[in-house]
């Protein structure tokens, strides 16, 4: 009996909860796919069935590949890697902003600008100018500026806050991309996938998931179905990010730990060499010579 016991423990310590459950994905209303005459046929392994001209999606495949993608992101983040989070629609802006805000990721809900990942540097421009105008602001000398110059400023300074606000921390480029709507978001995918960066996308019955990587079947029409699915990618991360935090602690303790037991055999080894020595003869340290104190040798003159 006791054998039995233990083999079911051990099952039950592989088996990992879900960060989502079918009955919480059901009352968000995230099965609720598109009409029939507007869907992707590429969509039909995820689709469950059609009920009066309305897809139906299969949220127990959701449950699976939301904790696919959540372990790919924990990864990352464990790893320090940035992921950034893309959604411009009214329902998703808010609740994208507000999660990634909590995990410290970057993030688009305004205008996706075009290049931002295959012209980076030339967004890591404007952004500069962004921290330039800060600067002004500080050192006094937006004060020496005329009335219509600081308007011009103002204007161009709360422009690019709005654009490129919150990716202003972003110094390299993502090493993932989450978006909500695949088909509105496309130019971010698009170039994503030109520079192999991994997509993890929330993906209804009218998208084609061919271009994402880690697909999420799920309604991203409706604010509580985004809300629970990048309330449980956000979840992994913060865990992720603690893990981090807790190996970089325990890394600085063990190197400290580590310098503490060498600084301890050396001063043992000094006393234990100290005692071997005969009474009388003590280890006095080596003399430096100062040669800019000593004169300089005279040249012996050559005998003829």
């Known amino acids: 009996m006791s054998g039995k016991r233990k083999k079911i423990n051990k099952a039950l310590k592989v088996i990992k909860m879900p960060r989502t459950n079918f009955q919480e994905l059901l009352e968000a209303g995230a099965h609720f796919g598109h009409l029939k005459r507007k869907w992707n046929p590429k969509m039909a392994p995820y689709i469950f069935m059609e009920k009066n001209g309305i897809h139906i999606i299969d949220l127990h495949k959701t449950v699976l590949m939301i904790d696919d993608a959540a372990a790919m992101m924990k990864n ?5 890697r940035r992921i950034l989070f893309v959604a411009t629609k009214k329902q998703a802006k808010d609740i994208i902003a507000e999660q990634a805000k909590a ?4 993030y688009v809900t305004e205008r996706w600008p075009g290049g931002m990942l295959t012209n980076f540097p030339t967004i890591r421009k404007a952004v500069k100018k ?3 105008i800060d600067k002004m602001k500080t ?10 110059e600081k308007l011009q400023v103002d204007r161009q300074r709360a ?28 130019n971010a995918v698009k170039e994503a996938k030109r520079l192999n960066i991994p997509v993890i996308a929330m993906v209804d019955t009218c998208c084609d998931p061919t271009p ?33 935090k807790l190996e970089r602690e325990k890394a600085a303790a063990e190197e400290e ?14 006393k234990k060499a100290s005692d071997s020595m005969p009474e009388g003869k003590k280890i006095r340290p080596r003399r430096k010579v100062n040669t800019e104190d000593k004169p300089a040798k005279k040249a012996e003159p050559k005998a003829e």
């Open 103 to 106: 995990v410290n990721m970057p």
């Open 76 to 80: 990352l983040a464990r790893s320090g």
């Open 257 to 270: 730990k580590r310098a503490k037991d060498k600084e301890l055999s050396k001063a043992e080894g000094e």
């Open 212 to 244: 994402v990587d880690y697909v999420i079947p799920a309604n991203d029409d409706a604010a509580k179905s985004v809300q629970v699915v990048v309330s449980a990618l956000c979840g992994a991360i913060a865990e992720g990010l603690e893990e981090r």
């Open 130 to 132: 962004m921290n330039t």
């Open 159 to 186: 422009k690019l806050e709005k654009n490129l606000g919150s990716i202003a921390d972003m110094s390299r480029l993502p090493s993932a991309l989450f978006v909500v709507d695949v088909q509105k978001e496309a």
């Open 139 to 148: 050192d006094g000398t937006y004060e020496t500026l005329a009335k219509r």
